[in-house]
């Protein structure tokens, strides 16, 4: 007689959080980061679309264009300006394009040789995927580890696996410095460049306001801990 087949589902595969050093182990956390910074491209393509600004005079023109061929008195003219309206858009939208062409420049600059020598490189793997990864380097002077990139894939963001990584990078920072040692964003980190002017990027300071909170969080819990008292 066979052997009745399992009812249970198999086992998700493990997720787990390391330090990698080869190139090879590598290059899975840069295509992450460079998937990352391409990203932004479409949060910096909705700005600028949807902006105020913007809206404000496409409309205008597309008014100066209906009252040009007079589409109010007579609809043979509709054809034209409908012609015209989508050729205006088209380039509207291509001129966007071009403006945010920027993100997609940096993320292909991002290859080995973007790292430093002596930056480490976390990784998150979910069984052989990396999903999440973090890339600091030490400054001994100022005791502090400098986050020079930090991203979870986004279909894994939200279950608390970028502050996992926080986490380990400054238990590392500390076991390299000591335990007084800090963890701060570096000024340049990957993610800081804006194409744009400033009136553009209220999505990405209220991004970088977060990922300030959720390492404000870390630190005040780990250094809770190391008090002696329960982090709230």
């Not at 205008?60 to 589409?71: E, K, N, Q, S």
């Not at 291509?94 to 290859?111: F, H, K």
């Not at 959720?214 to 630190?219: N, P």
Request: proline fraction near 5%.
């Amino acid at each position: 007689m066979a052997s009745a087949k399992s009812s249970h589902p198999p086992a998700p595969p493990p997720l787990s959080t390391s330090l990698v050093t080869s190139p090879q182990d590598r290059l899975p956390a840069l295509r992450l980061i460079a998937d990352g910074v391409a990203q932004q491209r479409q949060l910096a393509s909705r700005a600028l679309i949807f902006s105020p600004l913007t809206l404000t005079c496409y409309v205008g023109l597309l008014a100066v264009l209906a009252y040009h061929f007079d589409v109010q008195r007579t609809w043979a003219k509709w054809p034209q300006f409908v012609t015209t309206a989508a050729g205006i858009t088209v380039a509207a939208l291509t001129a966007v394009r071009w403006a945010c062409q920027g993100y997609i420049d940096a993320a292909e600059e991002l290859g080995p040789s973007w790292l430093a020598a002596d930056d480490q490189v976390l990784a998150t793997t979910f069984g052989d995927r990396c999903v999440g990864t973090l890339v600091m380097s030490f400054d001994r002077d100022q005791k502090l580890g400098r986050v020079k990139a930090w991203t979870v894939e986004r279909r894994y963001r939200g279950q608390g696996l970028g502050r996992d990584l926080l986490v380990q990078a400054l238990e590392i920072s500390r076991q390299q410095m000591g335990d007084t040692a800090g963890l701060m964003f570096d000024k340049s980190h990957v993610y800081s460049k804006r194409v744009l002017p400033s009136m553009f990027n209220t999505g990405f300071d209220a991004r970088e306001r977060q990922a300030w909170q959720v390492l404000t969080d870390v630190l005040e819990d780990a250094d809770a801990s190391t008090n002696g008292k329960k982090p709230i």
